[in-house]
């Protein structure tokens, strides 16, 4: 069972200001960041590099810093890195906003509890350790450290991906990220001697792990690519089986071996009474095949239950040989559906739990099936039996997102989580049978939540589409147009944002800012339908969105363009540099964070081709080329315009969205941006895209962005 660190990599909380600060316009801050200030960026060379598309021949000049082994990027790293924190240093309150987050974040956060053999497990951080440590307690023990991350590594850059334990908990399995790469090593050991038990297996990737019992675990696996592990293009995903005492040469080959099984991502799950082997596999992060296989006779053959991508469709959940598949096939908000494992293909399909006019996320546990959905990007949860007669309502504390309720089907007292934009993650326990439910553990936080409101508003985007935002600041905020702002959006692969806690963001909210976060379609708040809306020739609809977001906030008087940041990570990072391109004029600063910039070559990196499902891919046809050519980031900047004072942060690390994408856009920025508006990126050592990055590393990074955000608004924290 893999247990999710998300309490702790994510949802980071917050205290209260012991006094109230607000970020004032300061006159010497004005005169200082206002100041045509002269920066001498790194030279970045040009080299004459040609692709032809279609007959249309573009220009890549920079395309020497796709080579992250280089001697040449490595001094173009540093020599950038020098100049951005040059800048950052003479910031004059970013000390002062660093250790305000590491006030904010020094309290103690605990993870909800789980079972497994004898003991009950929790993680715990006492408050600014960069990892959480994993501890346990048999019935009424005191609990013991039983696994710490933060002794991977000197500097906290080895991180724990999960923990998965064999059915009878005496064996676990724990995968190692090094550095924020994707690539992980997993580690077997038995939990009472807590001594390694079996070959250390490497070269895993984008994986968890399946207990068969307590004999082995399934696994997925690339082939090592040849030259740098960072940026190759991997391409077929392989399940093996590993035996417990042997070593990774001889793991079994169980799938994806021929090239009739080659797929981009592949993935195993056993069924919890250990029959079925269930067998995910997709070329790109939407739709996926599925397959199945009976474990009580080795010789039994694996069975097809959809030979095709048109759907995304995951094993829930079986009762003997009846089968439970949550699915969007012929249903975009998802349904539940039943059907036998000897007959599984979709015409013999019946739904369990019916599509609505809501997305449905469902879980099982206790017996029980959690059907989770979404109102408008808020929660709402049922719980019902295994024939789809539902129980009750689940009872939440306010509006926001609730998560947990999974848990193994003998097991009657269950765990869900709360939060929202002004509310810590607070852990309750549920009893499944009664629909009892009770605060578990809240986190000691002086903060006055009844001092901030969250609001959610609807607001029409450029084709009249209405779209969701939620906002949320202090309570009595003047409407002057004045207020700092950051303006957050991702819109993209199905991934839908639901209102959360983060303590850095509380710098703005204890401090007088505002944070707004838009529901863009490419998301999945309102299910397939809305995701399709912004993906591929759709895309565009995506950065009106965000652009129309802009506007309201500045027509309402929330803010205005001298005030108002955007920010997004990943494909959020490509919003944003779309977005800044297309209405320079609309922000005063831009912070794309390890972001798909370049739109032409995205797909020739590491695992980036399965994203063509989004975005499609330069080569698929002259009209698809031209579309991706009219919005890429590389590719637009102008010369001659005045861009927003610009922080582009990336990890050299990282596997996911290459780093080379920030490298040249920021090129292209220092080398045809006009204006005073500084034009930066900030390049974490040791640090990829983002998970299970060390609290010491958040700080650092947040003081910096917030530094140089409220420092190119000309406020200060006073």
Request: overall charge negative; glycine content about 8%; hydrophobic content about 35%.
């Amino acid at each position: 069972m893999k247990i999710p660190l998300l309490a702790f990599s994510l949802l980071l909380c917050l205290s209260h200001c012991a006094s109230e600060k607000y970020f004032t316009p300061s006159d010497s801050v004005n005169k200082i960041a206002n100041k045509n200030m002269k920066i001498q960026y790194p030279k970045s060379q040009q080299q004459q590099v040609i692709n032809n598309y279609f007959g249309t021949e573009i220009s890549d000049p920079y395309r020497w810093l796709e080579n992250d082994l280089s001697p040449e990027t490595a001094e173009w790293v540093s020599a950038q890195n020098k100049v951005t924190f040059d800048y950052l240093d003479k910031i004059p309150f970013r000390e002062k906003i660093k250790n305000r987050l590491a006030q904010l974040l020094d309290y103690e956060r605990i993870s909800a509890p789980f079972q497994e053999g004898n003991y009950t497990y929790f993680y715990k951080n006492d408050g600014l350790q960069n990892q959480a440590v994993l501890y346990r307690q048999k019935e009424d023990e005191s609990p013991e450290l039983f696994l710490d991350p933060n002794t991977l590594s000197d500097d906290g850059s080895s991180s724990l991906d999960g923990t998965y334990f064999s059915e009878n908990g005496l064996l676990m399995t724990y995968l190692i990220s090094e550095g924020g790469s994707d690539w992980r090593t997993a580690v077997t050991i038995n939990t009472d001697t807590q001594q390694e038990v079996t070959s250390r297996l490497v070269n895993i990737k984008f994986s968890d792990i399946a207990w068969l019992g307590n004999q082995g675990f399934y696994y997925s696996s690339y082939d090592k690519p040849e030259g740098s592990e960072l940026s190759a293009k991997t391409e077929q995903h392989k399940i093996y089986f590993h035996t417990i005492g042997s070593t990774q040469t001889d793991d079994k080959l169980i799938f994806g071996g021929t090239e009739n099984e080659k797929n981009r991502y592949v993935g195993a799950q056993v069924s919890e009474d250990n029959r079925y082997l269930i067998i995910s596999a997709a070329n790109s992060t939407s739709g996926n095949k599925l397959y199945i296989k009976d474990l009580s006779k080795a010789d039994n053959p694996l069975i097809t239950v959809l030979d095709n991508v048109n759907s995304d469709t995951y094993f829930l959940d079986n009762e003997g040989t009846r089968l439970l598949l949550e699915t969007n096939l012929d249903a975009p908000n998802k349904r539940v559906i039943q059907v036998d494992a000897n007959m599984p293909t979709p015409n013999y399909w019946q739904d369990l739990i019916p599509e609505t006019d809501k997305v449905l996320d469902a879980v099982t546990g206790g017996g029980y099936i959690f059907a989770q959905y979404m109102v408008d990007a808020v929660s709402q949860v049922k719980q019902l039996d295994k024939t789809g007669k539902i129980i009750r309502e689940i009872s939440l504390p306010d509006v926001g997102k609730a998560s947990g309720f999974s848990g193994k089907a003998g097991q009657r007292e269950l765990y869900f989580s709360f939060t929202n934009y002004k509310t810590p993650n607070t852990i309750y326990s549920l009893i499944a049978d009664s629909g009892e439910s009770k605060l578990y553990r809240k986190p000691k936080v002086d903060f006055d939540a009844d001092g901030y409101t969250s609001k959610q508003i609807f607001y029409p985007s450029k084709d009249g589409t209405k779209i969701p935002m939620i906002l949320t600041f202090k309570k009595g905020i003047q409407l002057n147009g004045k207020n700092p702002t950051i303006l957050y959006g991702y819109g993209g692969f199905n991934i839908s944002l639901q209102p959360s806690f983060s303590a850095v963001n509380a710098v703005w909210l204890e401090q007088g800012g505002i944070y707004a976060v838009a529901n863009l379609r490419g998301g999945g708040e309102y299910g397939k339908q809305w995701h399709k809306a912004g993906i591929t020739q759709n895309k565009q609809n995506v950065f009106d969105d965000f652009i129309a977001a802009a506007e309201y906030l500045i027509k309402e008087q929330y803010t205005s363009s001298d005030y108002l940041a955007i920010r997004g990570g990943s494909n959020g990072g490509l919003l944003v540099g779309a977005v800044m391109l297309q209405r320079p004029e609309l922000f005063k600063v831009a912070l794309p964070a390890v972001g798909v910039l370049d739109m032409l070559r995205y797909h020739t990196f590491t695992a980036g081709a399965g994203w063509a499902y989004d975005y499609g891919t330069a080569e698929q046809s002259k009209e698809m080329f031209e579309y991706l050519l009219g919005y890429s980031p590389v590719h637009n900047v102008k010369s001659g315009v005045n861009y927003p004072a610009t922080l582009i942060t990336t990890g050299d690390h990282d596997d996911r969205v290459v780093p080379a994408h920030s490298f040249k856009f920021a090129a292209h920025l220092q080398q045809k941006h006009t204006g005073p508006n500084p034009t930066l990126i900030r390049i974490e050592t040791n640090a990829g895209h983002g998970a299970g990055t060390p609290i010491s590393k958040t700080i650092e990074q947040y003081a910096d962005i917030f530094g140089f955000t409220l420092y190119n608004m000309g406020l200060a924290a006073k």
